[in-house]
């Protein structure tokens, strides 16, 4: 008898060592320490032995005559240690003592003494494999030089052995090796002359293949192969896999070449992008892997194509025709004869324990094998009831799945898990390709692997056949990671998917044919979600339809997509593996979070019982939703921080039945179980892959789950906020307890959650928003639910400075809290927000230091502090600090605050006054001038921030200040930035910016206009972005600057004031003139715009500048601007677009308002009187512009009066 600790096990091998664990009598168990004792005492015996070894081999002299039999001992001693990391992680054994060992053997084994040649190159593999050995560039190539000498002189008996020591001294270091490898990567090289399809001998053939692969694989943080041998690599492995199997071959061994070829394959498509080839290659690979997925599957019998061609219709491959059941074949038809002899079998163990399921699984042939087929009735589509052919899974019908299940279970058990392997890489290949290959490209090939809905006839064999018909589970789970792949990524392509309106008869239009793809993977998913039974691959049934409902248009689609499959998750919310419920929780937080807030899943959350009529009995696959918790007269009051209203409101069974007056009122079920998943204890009785739980003796979720859970509820705030909104205090007595437990992560979701909460209360307040006051969150309620916050574990988490993200997500969710609940909150909780803040504005870490700066540019507008000169000073020091900060991520967010706070100084300016203004020190607002200059030529992200600072300030600085001298020369600077960036060929937001950072300057009666030097410059730069700017929202800002000014003297002397009047006259002559379609729907603003610029130079003329306005009146020019005048004057709005009329004044009057402003200005036209020089000119080109204001305005009357 074995004792407890397994010392006493009889001992294998020549160490005495076993390679596993002792056998115990029935019954007995390990304990865990001598478990450790056990495997300690392997490990401290294999590093004795290979040091005993070691010591040998460093005394064997190469003279000796007893060489040979020396060598042999010592290498016998040395492979029947058993040196695997991954059973015995305690053994340790130095890389470099391992390339000495081998660089001392590879010196004493002559090439002429074979059989030692052969022992050595299993050591290499055995040493270098087992113990995971990184290489020095000395011994790799020794060992490179070694066996490449031994393929060259060696008989042909001992390359395979040799073969099988270079693939592992190759392996992740083909960078380095290809160089020495050259000459046997030549057209006649052994390496390729060994891995031709035409190699007749199946194991040189599959170890050359290794070896190849072994030398594409790339290793994380590792350079990749050379791209030229790459490349022949690829063509090798595809020849391969591309030829047929040789006759007379042993199927077996040609199976695993192929799975050889297959993982050369993949190691070519993975880590990088497909530089393999145009179309016709990729089209070629393809249809290679394609084929492989179907290898010997029961039923698959077409003719493959050489070639996928990209096609916006699906390519359906024909099945044979059925055939009548026929005789097992010969034992030599090993592919034909996989499944034969096992229905009966089979069928008995199938009604065993799964009769449940026999009314949707339905009767295999005769002949044992599944043939493919749909039928639809009524539009609906079924499942055959007949006892012809299936689409319903067909491993459903085994006991268990797995692939050694056969009575037989030898040769034939043996082939199908290799033809499993062969199709689970084909589908590895597949997804490496998915991922390397442009997501443009690829979707002309997505018909050949995701099917349209059948429309008669057989189905084509894609992912979704694999999903539902292939035997093995990790077949399976691979088809689903492809389509997972596919999918993920293709929100764009979908987007055109549209079923709400019925087809054309003549045609099927795309959008159609994308919409009814989305359907029938829908439903087959459905299908796998039914029939899996393995944790593993159900896992991946769960993240398949997670990023197939991400992706999808529902809002494009006929409603009824959602309901069954919302329906049907239920009862996997009690399975009893932790990875399926995550990836449920995952599922249902894609289909919250899908085109919010969407109207089916609206009303699937004002449901209180998702599962709708079903009762307990509905539940037969698995537990109910939470039948595995504990009841809440149960829950720990300890653990459960909630209200007694809560309890019986949020976090009440999902199952308790409800009055439709309550449904009316009562939370979102699923607001109810992700608040239940993250409070209330659950029961010990759990699958063992679970972790501990988070409290210290009550046991709760593992943290996957409760993570997944506050995902959920995240994502329901963002979504469906009236919906939860009822719940928010008892959703921040929940956040309050996460912020209270010792997991980071489930503190980091609970304070994003916060966040969340706050965004949808101040979206709820916001100016623009449409949600009645009568449906909003009291402010009351707002002001206790931040008080509670603020005043529990989220003020000691504020102190927190071992975790960044948590304290970036604390300044987030700072910056979320509404404005008037803010200036209701305690003085000291106020301060203790802004004094946080500003600590952490500090920090070294660059994201907190973002976060907390990004969070004061919010509470710079607050209305309660933005009068707080002291607040505004401190915030300005930090900005300017952080403006000169190395990492662009900070700089950005402090341009942004800096910003704001400049507009804060004009709103408190035109509200307080001039008072405001002499509180703030000439210092401060001098260093912000320049630090806001200096950023003008950060990066775009930076500049288009600070261009507005710009602006903005030189609004703000005050007459006395502008004519000092200390800021004369910064002034100039910060004009002289804003022309250089509006000039420049920047972004269209930077340069949108700085137009109305030029307008808002222009608005200081203070600014020099009249006399600076640069005065020229800025209106030039002005005129050149009107009439040049390709971009017509940035026509449009400049326009409306151009019509700032209040006094003729801003726009200096006549040929300034004529150049900027023919640059609007020529704009709004070419304002039509676009190649952008999508510049059109901003034509009727910028017209609109330009005019009223005209209408304000007009109103604004002198005498002086008569003759430049009549000449341009009496000319085309004027017909124009007469025609486009006309319409200003008549439009209702302020001409489609308000984007430039904002600046104008003109969208705030209406018609009859225009008018009389137009009367008021040719008043005064008339009224102007002619200088002596040129009085002649003048008094000619005032006619001409009282003429055409007479025209506009008895055109306008008239045009009205009809």
């Known amino acids: 008898m074995a004792s407890p600790t397994g010392l006493s096990a009889p001992a294998f091998g020549r160490g005495g060592v076993s390679a596993s664990p002792p056998p115990t009598e029935a019954g007995e168990r390990f304990a865990p320490a001598g478990l450790d004792r056990w495997r300690l005492g392997v490990a401290s015996d294999a590093e004795k032995q290979f040091s005993r070894s070691a010591a040998k081999l460093r005394s064997v002299r190469a003279d000796s005559g007893q060489l040979p039999e020396e060598l042999n001992l010592v290498f016998d001693q040395l492979m029947s240690e058993n040196y695997n990391k991954t059973l015995y992680p305690n053994i340790d054994i130095r890389p470099e003592d391992v390339c000495t060992l081998l660089k001392r053997a590879i010196s004493l084994v002559p090439l002429t003494q074979e059989h030692l040649v052969i022992k050595l190159c299993q050591l290499i593999h055995h040493l270098l494999y087992q113990l995971k050995v990184t290489m020095d560039e000395q011994t790799l190539i020794m060992l490179l030089k070694y066996t490449t000498s031994a393929l060259k002189t060696c008989s042909t008996w001992t390359h395979s052995d040799v073969l099988l020591a270079l693939s592992t001294v190759v392996y992740g270091n083909g960078h380095q090796c290809h160089q020495h490898l050259s000459e046997m990567l030549l057209e006649d090289g052994i390496l390729l002359l060994y891995s031709a399809p035409s190699q007749p001998n199946m194991e040189l053939r599959r170890v050359a293949l290794t070896c190849l692969a072994n030398m594409c694989l790339r290793i994380p943080g590792q350079p990749p192969l050379d791209d030229q041998y790459r490349s022949l690599c690829f063509r090798v492995f595809l020849n391969n896999l591309q030829s047929p199997m040789p006759p007379d071959?042993?199927?077996?061994?040609?199976?695993?070449?192929?799975?050889?070829?297959?993982?050369?394959?993949?190691?070519?498509?993975?880590?990088?992008?497909?530089?393999?080839?145009?179309?016709?290659?990729?089209?070629?690979?393809?249809?290679?892997?394609?084929?492989?997925?179907?290898?010997?599957?029961?039923?698959?019998?077409?003719?493959?194509?050489?070639?996928?061609?990209?096609?916006?219709?699906?390519?359906?491959e024909g099945l044979s025709a059925p055939k009548p059941a026929e005789p097992p074949k010969p034992p030599e038809k090993k592919k034909d004869a996989a499944t034969p002899g096992k229905t009966s079998g089979n069928k008995k163990k199938k009604s065993k324990g799964k009769g449940k399921k026999t009314s949707t699984e339905q009767s295999r042939g005769d002949n044992g094998e599944d043939v493919f087929a749909f039928k639809k009735e009524g539009g609906e589509e079924l499942l055959s009831t007949s006892s012809g052919p299936s689409f319903y899974p067909s491993w459903k019908q085994k006991s268990s799945d797995s692939e050694f299940s056969d009575s037989e279970g030898n040769a034939q058990s043996k082939l199908r898990c290799h033809h499993g392997r062969v199709r689970q890489g084909a589908l590895h290949c597949l997804l490496a390709l998915v991922k390397s290959v442009d997501k443009r490209i690829l979707y002309g090939y997505w018909f050949s692997f995701i099917p349209e809905s059948p429309i008669g006839g057989p189905p084509p064999l894609t992912l979704l056949t694999i999903i539902l018909k292939d035997p093995s589970p990790k077949v399976r789970a691979s088809a689903l990671q492809v389509l997972s792949a596919m999918l993920n990524?293709?929100?764009?392509?979908?987007?055109?998917?549209?079923?709400?309106?019925?087809?054309?008869?003549?045609?099927?239009?795309?959008?159609?044919?994308?919409?009814?793809?989305?359907?029938?993977?829908?439903?087959?998913?459905?299908?796998?979600?039914?029939?899996?039974?393995?944790?593993?691959?159900?896992?991946?049934?769960?993240?398949?339809?997670?990023?197939?409902?991400?992706?999808?248009?529902?809002?494009?689609?006929r409603p009824g997509l959602l309901s069954p499959l919302w329906k049907q998750m239920r009862p996997y919310l009690g399975h009893r593996d932790v990875n399926v419920r995550v990836s449920v929780l995952t599922l249902y937080g894609a289909l919250v979070l899908t085109h919010a807030p969407l109207p089916e899943v609206q009303l699937l959350l004002q449901q209180p019982d998702s599962s709708g009529s079903s009762t307990a009995s509905s539940f037969t696959q698995h537990d109910s939703a939470l039948s595995w918790r504990r009841r809440e007269g149960e829950s720990s009051p300890s653990h459960t921080p909630v209200t007694p209203s809560q309890r019986s409101s949020c976090t009440h069974s999902p199952r308790v039945l409800h009055t439709p007056g309550e449904e009316d009122s009562s939370p979102p079920w699923l607001l109810q179980l992700c608040m239940s998943l993250v409070t209330q204890p659950r029961e010990d009785q759990q699958s063992e892959s679970e972790g501990a739980g988070t409290g210290g003796g009550v046991v709760l979720e593992p943290a996957p789950i409760l993570v997944e859970a506050l995902q959920i509820l995240s994502h329901l705030v963002r979504g469906y906020f009236s919906l939860v909104q009822a719940c928010l205090l008892d959703i921040g007595q929940m956040c309050a307890h996460c912020l209270g437990e010792s997991n980071?992560?489930?503190?980091?979701?609970?304070?994003?959650?916060?966040?969340?909460?706050?965004?949808?209360?101040?979206?709820?307040?916001?100016?623009?928003?449409?949600?009645?006051?009568?449906?909003?969150?009291?402010?009351?309620?707002?002001?206790?639910?931040?008080?509670?916050?603020?005043?529990?574990?989220?003020?000691?988490?504020?102190?927190?400075?071992?975790?960044?993200?948590?304290?970036?997500?604390?300044?987030?969710?700072l910056s979320s809290i509404l404005p008037q609940a803010f200036a209701q909150l305690p003085d000291k909780t106020q301060m203790m927000c802004v004094t946080v803040l500003l600590g952490w504005s500090y920090s070294e870490e660059y994201l907190v230091k973002k976060s907390a700066i990004r969070a004061l540019g919010v509470y710079i507008l607050f209305p309660c502090l933005r009068e707080d000169v002291m607040f505004l000073a401190d915030t300005a020091n930090t900005v300017l600090a952080a403006l000169s900060d190395r990492y662009p991520y900070v700089r950005s967010k402090a341009a942004w605050t800096l910003g704001n706070l400049t507009d804060t100084l004009n709103v408190n300016m035109e509200s307080v006054g001039a008072d405001f203004q002499e509180e703030l020190s000439d210092m401060l607002l001098l260093k912000m001038l320049q630090a806001a200059t200096r950023a003008s030529a950060d990066n775009d992200i930076v500049k288009s921030h600070a261009v507005r600072a710009l602006g903005n300030l030189l609004r703000f600085l005050r007459e006395s200040q502008l004519t000092k001298s200390a800021f004369q020369c910064p002034l100039e600077d910060a004009v002289r930035a804003l022309v250089k960036t509006v000039q420049a060929e920047a972004i269209m937001k930077v340069r949108w910016n700085t137009c109305y950072a030029l307008g808002n300057a222009f608005r200081n009666p203070a600014l020099p206009l009249d006399s600076a030097l640069w005065s020229h410059d800025v209106f030039s730069a002005l005129c050149h972005v009107v009439t040049s700017c390709k971009n017509y929202k940035v026509r449009i800002k400049s326009a409306a600057a151009l019509a700032v000014p209040g006094r003729r003297g801003c726009y200096g002397d006549t040929k300034l004031f004529s150049f900027v009047w023919h640059s609007l006259a020529t704009a709004l002559e070419n304002s039509e003139d676009t190649n952008d379609f999508l510049e059109y729907r901003y034509c009727a603003s910028l017209r609109h715009t330009l005019s009223q610029a005209l209408l304000h130079l007009l109103e604004i003329s002198q005498s002086q500048d008569m003759p430049a306005l009549g000449a341009s009146l009496a000319s085309e020019e004027g017909s124009t601007i007469k025609e486009h005048l006309t319409k200003c004057l008549k439009a209702e709005n302020g001409g489609g677009e308000a984007d430039g009329e904002k600046e104008t004044g003109g969208d705030s009057f209406n018609t009859q308002q225009r008018i009389e402003h137009l009367q008021l200005t040719l008043i005064r036209v008339k009224e102007l009187g002619a200088e002596r020089d040129g009085q002649g000119e003048e008094e000619r080109g005032k006619e001409i512009v009282v003429s055409f204001l007479e025209d506009c305005l008895k055109t306008c009357e008239e045009q009205l009066q009809l």
């Open 744 to 813: 980071p992560f489930m503190q980091l979701h609970a304070t994003k959650l916060l966040g969340d909460l706050g965004t949808g209360i101040i979206q709820q307040y916001a100016a623009e928003s449409k949600v009645p006051e009568s449906s909003r969150v009291p402010i009351s309620q707002v002001v206790q639910f931040w008080s509670e916050i603020l005043s529990g574990p989220l003020n000691g988490l504020l102190q927190n400075e071992q975790h960044t993200m948590l304290q970036m997500s604390t300044c987030d969710t």
């Open 489 to 557: 990524g293709s929100r764009q392509f979908l987007a055109v998917a549209e079923d709400t309106a019925s087809p054309p008869t003549s045609y099927t239009p795309f959008s159609f044919s994308l919409a009814t793809t989305i359907r029938e993977m829908h439903r087959a998913l459905s299908l796998a979600l039914v029939a899996e039974t393995t944790s593993q691959t159900l896992t991946q049934v769960f993240k398949c339809l997670a990023c197939l409902v991400f992706n999808a248009p529902y809002h494009r689609l």
């Open 249 to 316: 071959t042993d199927e077996l061994f040609y199976c695993m070449v192929i799975q050889s070829a297959l993982k050369g394959l993949h190691c070519c498509l993975s880590g990088g992008r497909w530089k393999f080839g145009d179309g016709e290659e990729l089209g070629s690979v393809l249809a290679t892997i394609k084929r492989l997925m179907f290898q010997a599957v029961p039923g698959v019998n077409v003719e493959w194509p050489a070639v996928l061609y990209p096609a916006p219709l699906p390519q359906y």
